[in-house]
């Protein structure tokens, strides 16, 4: 019975995030599971402070912006004429905007519709905002050959993707 995070280990964690002021982010209802060991399961941050935890202990880890989701970029902030979107569109609808070269480019967000025009913003939605990871380890097991393969868990009913 494994009861250490170390690479290649399947970690289950029970977390709640919060932001610093406090706000509950997610309240961590389904508990986390992922693949240890760079597999971008989690935030590297948080990864690397779990590391070497064993089942039972708890963490608080605080993560940066950077270490998150990032800087808020203003730059991603776009008004655009209402005339280029259906006309059903809403503020919190989400789209993904694709680039001039027909990559996919970010999911933007309608954050305003005013006077013909929509704003909306390329940032995730927690850009800009340190968020606060409390939890202690649930369970840790070795993964299978298959989901280090794959780089990620497999679920109990067999293979998601």
Do not use: C
């Not at 590391?51 to 605080?62: C, I, N």
């Not at 004429?81 to 609808?93: L, T, W």
């Not at 968020?131 to 990620?152: P, T």
């Amino acid at each position: 019975m494994q009861t250490e995070i170390v690479k290649n280990a399947v970690v289950t964690l029970k977390y709640t995030v919060q932001d610093t002021d406090g706000n509950m982010i997610d309240d961590g209802s389904q508990p986390l599971v992922y693949l240890h060991g760079g597999y971008d399961g989690v935030f590297p941050v948080l990864e690397e402070a779990l590391h070497g935890k064993k089942v039972g202990e708890s963490f608080q880890v605080k993560l940066l912006p950077e270490d998150a989701f990032g800087e808020y970029d203003e730059e991603l902030v776009l008004i655009e004429d209402v005339s280029q979107f259906p006309e059903n569109i809403e503020v919190g609808m989400s789209f993904e905007r694709v680039g001039d070269d027909g990559e996919e480019d970010l999911v933007y967000r309608i954050t305003d519709i005013a006077e013909g025009k929509v704003v909306v913003d390329g940032n995730h939605p927690l850009a800009g905002v340190a968020l606060i990871f409390d939890g202690s380890v649930a369970e840790v097991r070795m993964a299978s050959a298959e989901e280090i393969s794959h780089g990620h868990v497999h679920g109990a009913g067999g293979h998601h993707h």
